[in-house]
């Protein structure tokens, strides 16, 4: 369900939110009423959670849909646009071929942010081969303009990012893409996090870094 088509309906789309968003809650990776999804429909709206809803517990109608410049199109009287409702559409100005969005709050990626610890790229070569480098951004004040100005410089060139003490932001041709990033960089830094506890890490040899990194750029780019 997750990974829809270009011809899916809103009420597919809203579906699909909904399966999102029970994933993800019940993996941890969002709590209470944190973190956002959003889809880009056919007609370059946007399909968004509102603001102060678990994820967990999304209804059919519960969604807004919004224009590219934040314009609520249609809402329920009682649903209110998220604050980080910008954040999600500065990924969708600047990168057409994306049509998913996921901000999130992995435990143990946001970790790595408070700590102050770069996301550990080399630990797992499925990483190097799928994703590439995850960067971190500056922090920003949490529901403000600002969630989308430090997000700007990493748009173009990445698909999944840390936002320093504030979480995650991944995001793909649906929402398979956008969970499977979520799932992939949390995976990785409790991986990271428990290498750490026992007290050694090991990186992958710089020699199979550089082949991972050519496999990438030939069979898993963009």
């Not at 646009?81 to 996921?102: D, I, N, Q």
């Not at 499925?126 to 951004?137: A, C, K, S």
């Not at 997000?151 to 060139?157: L, Q, S």
Request: charged share 25%; aromatic share 6%.
């Amino acid at each position: 369900m997750l990974n829809f088509s270009s011809s899916a309906t809103e009420n597919e789309l809203r579906l699909v939110i909904i399966e999102c968003g029970r994933i993800a809650y019940e993996r941890h990776l969002m709590t209470s009423n944190d973190g956002n999804i959003s889809v880009r429909m056919n007609d370059d709206h946007i399909l968004i959670t509102p603001s102060g809803i678990s994820k967990g517990r999304l209804a059919l109608d519960d969604m807004l849909v919004v224009d590219l410049d934040g314009n609520i199109i249609s809402s329920r009287a009682d649903r209110k646009p998220s604050s980080e409702t910008p954040m999600h559409l500065e990924v969708y100005k600047h990168r057409m071929g994306v049509r998913a969005v996921v901000h999130a709050h992995p435990i143990f990626a946001t970790t790595l942010t408070v700590a102050d610890l770069e996301f550990p790229i080399d630990v797992l070569p499925e990483v190097l081969l799928t994703m590439g480098n995850v960067p971190i951004t500056k922090y920003a004040t949490p529901s403000s303009h600002e969630d989308a100005e430090v997000i700007r410089p990493f748009v173009k060139d990445h698909n999944a990012m840390l936002l320093r003490q504030h979480g995650s932001l991944t995001f793909g041709r649906n929402l398979d893409e956008a969970l499977i990033h979520l799932e992939r960089i949390e995976h990785v830094s409790e991986i990271f996090w428990r290498a750490k506890m026992l007290g050694t890490v090991k990186r992958v040899p710089a020699e199979a870094q550089a082949q991972l990194v050519e496999l990438r750029e030939k069979y898993f780019k963009g």
